[in-house]
Each structure stands twice: as C-alpha cells, then as structure tokens.
C-alpha cells in the first residue's frame, strides 16, 4: 500500500547501500518523475530537466563521474536533475500560448485586467528579467532595481547568478517530489553533490547552458544502506513563530 504524505516523508533517508539483488520497475520510477514534474516552480518556467538513467554502462560511468561513492556504485538506477535557465525563451513562449489559447480569438479590447497582466508577465516582465549580455546587463538592471527599491519595494534578484539560483531552486523543489514520490511506494534514493559535474554533461551529451542540479540514486534500501539515526538539530533552534 502507498504510504501517505507523512508517513513517505519520515520513510524517506538518503540510503547508500542498495540491494543488488533486487531490481527497480523503471515505469514506477519514470512516474515518480512525472510527480517530480509537478512541483512548485518560480513563474511556472519550469527550468528543468530529468534525465532517467537505467543503462548498466552508463550507470558504471556516473559511478566515476560521482567519485566512486556507495549511493551511485550500488545504484539499479539513477535520476540526474539538470537546471535549464538558458531555456527561459522557450518555456516562457510555452507559457504564453497556453494562456493566449485559453482566452480563445476575442479581440484584444475585451481582454480582462487579469489577462493583460498574465500574456504581459510572459511577454515582457520575463523577458526584462532574464535577457542578458555576459553578466553586463544584469548588473545594470540590478543597480537601477536597488535605486528604485529605495523608495518602494522591489524585486531585486535580476543578475545573472540570481537566475541561476532561482532555476536551481526550482529544479531542487522537483527533485524532493521525486524523492518523496519513491519514498511513497517503498523505494529509496540518495542525492549526491559529490560529483564531477563536467563529467556528468559530457556523459549525457549535455549542452553547455545546461547545470547539474544533483545526482539521485535509487534502488531498494539495503539493511547496511543508512549509516545511522537521523539527526536533525533541534526543532526550537530553526523554528521562529511571528
């Protein structure tokens, strides 16, 4: 039985230790990644990519591409999340058809407030936020954001490093739907950081705007597979009521 919400949330733990003798169902897997795909996401851009791994050499190469770690050496299978800003042209338009094709053929004149603003986001407050020109022009807009914000608030992440982060935010709300997504049906998974993130493009014949996000084995929880009780600090240490 699928476990709930909660109950996956507590079962999942980053397991570095797989069965060898027990194979994953890739069709629950690429499901899991259909979850993954409904994640909270900055704009609805969706900057994201999920490359499903279940090649035995291509799983022998992200070994090496992860430094020979326990989480991808005993792997069955493996989920690299790719961050996808230079992609923001494209899912932008996506976003854009798909609400001009909700308003249907009326006039211009008789859209709403709410529907000039959404085809406008799209159209023209995406575009002033993520064009740029080698790092220039995101500085420029970020200075004048700062002047402005002196004087009423502002959106203020408009460089170049701020896009980053903020595709690589999303692409990590999605990769935790993964997780949890196989968490709820007794699978288990490890996010890797450790890894050589050229490699890992190279071996998936990435482009160059594309990021590694993570590295998440997967397989089914050996007995030696968690080091350990989990630690968290202390509830009263990170929680503020106001």
Known sequence: MEKTVSEAINYRRSVRIFKEDEELNSDKVKQCIQQATLAATSSNLQLWEFYH??????????????????????????????????????RAKSNFLFLKAGIGNKPESEYSKREKFALSYYSKLIPTVYFDVFGILGWLKYIIFQIIG??????????????????????GLAAQNFMISMAAIGYDTCPMEGSDTLLVKRILNLS???????????????????????????????????
């Open 53 to 90: 791994i279940t090649d035995k050499a291509i799983l022998k190469q992200m070994t090496k591409a992860c430094l020979g770690q326990n989480a991808a050496k005993y792997s069955k299978e493996m989920l690299v999340v790719v961050a996808r800003k230079d992609l923001w042209r494209k």
């Open 208 to 242: 160059s705007g594309a990021e590694i996000n993570m590295v998440i084995g997967c397989g089914i929880r050996d007995e030696k597979g968690i080091y350990g009780e989990r630690f968290r600090v202390p509830f009263q240490d990170v929680y503020r009521k106001i």
């Open 150 to 171: 002196l004087f009423k608030p502002i959106y203020r992440q408009v460089r170049n490093s701020d896009m980053r982060i903020v595709a690589h935010k999303s692409a």
